[in-house]
């Protein structure tokens, strides 16, 4: 859960971004993780993985109709990368000139950052053949743009926990994940953010943003978490939405969606559409974040009364529960599914899951829906709650997506498959209806909607991480990167190696 982020910092258009996954099969290889050490995707252990994820970023603290739209440079064209599971991902151009990240998109947490002239972090993704992808390191003397964030500055000040000893230094941040010894740290620098307009002109609408310059990442940052850098899509006012609605570039609003094929969407300055539902956020002072209540909970048109909180976290992969929500429907989910559940054979199972259930090729499993009624009465349908998982010896079975919670209740990224979601801040609700993801497409290249975006688990990759930023003297050119629109060059990249492999 990468969304709520124990961070401090020492010292009206609509944006387009491609999004992809993260932690599957592909990442083994470009770490260079061999099966052996790294669990096939399907399997108890990859899913016992993946749970743990999650439980490691819960060290965070919890914390206008006459505009142009406005997209990123690099297209916003967005696909699911297994290798990085269920954590989305977004191409970003920054600096002059200009190079691109692949960055994590994080609702829980505020801050941008980058990696930058950096003593740790991630340099490029190694392939089981040994061919590395390169990724782009943010050198602040390599950006005629770039700007350090002072001290003295009013940007610095607004920041918690502000340690800084002189007004002429720059603003030192750090962003620590405790239980996990994951952590980014550096200062605060400013930098062009490259958006275009998003119609038949597509003319240029740089935009000066403020971000980390992450000098040294540790943990799960260095192990494919967020190789790239992280952005933050939080309420505070280091947050990029924050940023370009201040600016008065977008409504103060954002959506992502999630299709269920892996296609993916997040539009900077999105209000919604008609016919959407909708609820109210909980805000809290100290630190907002997209909180909203669930009054009645159906299960196979079950109806239980029962009301709580829950974050929308697109950092977390699966969805969190307290009681008495989360026995309310596994249990009542138990008693309508018409299949055996499965019972472990091994005492020492790594199934992260309670409630699986077994898979009979005879016999179509029938699967009870399961509602979740929002506060204001509208209606929130999960599409899929189930994910397979592959048991050596045993065969295949589905689980009931779904982690009994001893802190805060999250809805994950699995609840959210197949909604466009939209995080109104103008309104404070959250918004969300169905939809494939190609509907809100903005992107004038064409879509092969016959050929799945999921990358093929043939694939493994690997983050490597090197201690000297000079040593990659095969950086991904910065021009030509930009110019053949790098989101859709990475993945042909990525494509490419898959089939040879």
Known sequence: MLGLASWSCYGLGTFGFNIHHRFSDPVKGIMGIHDHEFPHKGTPQYYAVM?????????????????????????????????????????????????????????????????????????GLKTESGEVIPLNIYDLDGSSTSKNVLCGSSTCEQIQDSQCRSTSNSCPYQVNYLSANT????????????????????????TR????????????????????????????????????????????????????????????GDS???????????????????????????????????????IFDS????????DPAYTGIAENFNSLIEAKRYSSQSSDSDLPFEYCYEISSN??????????????????YVTDPLVPISIENEGDFLCLAIQKSDSVNIIGQNFMTGYHIVFDRDNMNLG?????????????????????????????????????PSSNPERVSPNSSFRMKPS?????ALFSLIAIY
């Open 272 to 310: 919604g559409s008609s016919g959407q539902g909708k609820t109210p956020f909980n805000l809290r002072a100290s630190h907002p974040t997209y909180n909203i209540t669930i009054t009645q909970i159906i299960v196979g048109g079950d109806a239980s009364d029962i009301e709580f909180h829950a």
């Open 488 to 492: 859709l060059a990475f993945m042909i």
């Open 51 to 123: 749970i743990q994820r999650d439980r490691i970023f819960r060290g965070r603290r919890l914390a206008a109709d006459h505009h142009h739209l406005l997209t990123f440079a690099a297209g916003n064209r967005t696909y699911q990368i297994d290798a990085f599971g269920y954590l989305h991902f977004a191409n970003v151009s920054v600096g002059t000139p200009p190079l691109w990240f692949l960055v994590a998109l994080d609702t829980g947490s505020d801050l941008f950052w980058l990696p930058c002239n950096c003593t740790s972090c991630v340099h």
């Open 183 to 206: 952590s980014s740290n550096g200062f605060l620098v400013e930098d062009v953010l490259h958006l275009i307009t998003d119609d038949d002109q597509t003319k240029a609408s740089d």
């Open 432 to 468: 969300w209806k169905k939809s494939n993801c190609y509907d809100v497409l903005s992107d004038s290249s064409p879509i092969n909607r016959s050929h799945s975006p999921a990358v093929s688990p043939a694939m493994a990759v690997n983050p490597v991480s090197t201690p000297n």
């Open 363 to 380: 016999q179509p499993l029938q699967v009870p829906f399961l509602n979740l009624t929002m506060k204001g009465g509208d209606d929130y």
């Open 209 to 268: 943003i403020t971000f980390g310059c992450g000098k040294a990442q540790t943990g799960a940052f260095l192990k494919g978490a967020a190789p790239n850098g992280l952005l933050g899509l939080g309420m505070e006012s280091l947050s990029v939405p924050s940023i370009l609605s201040k600016e008065g570039l977008t409504s103060n609003s954002f959506s992502m969606c999630f299709g269920s094929d892996g296609f993916g969407r997040i539009t900077l």
């Open 315 to 322: 950092g977390t992969s699966y969805t969190y529960l307290n």
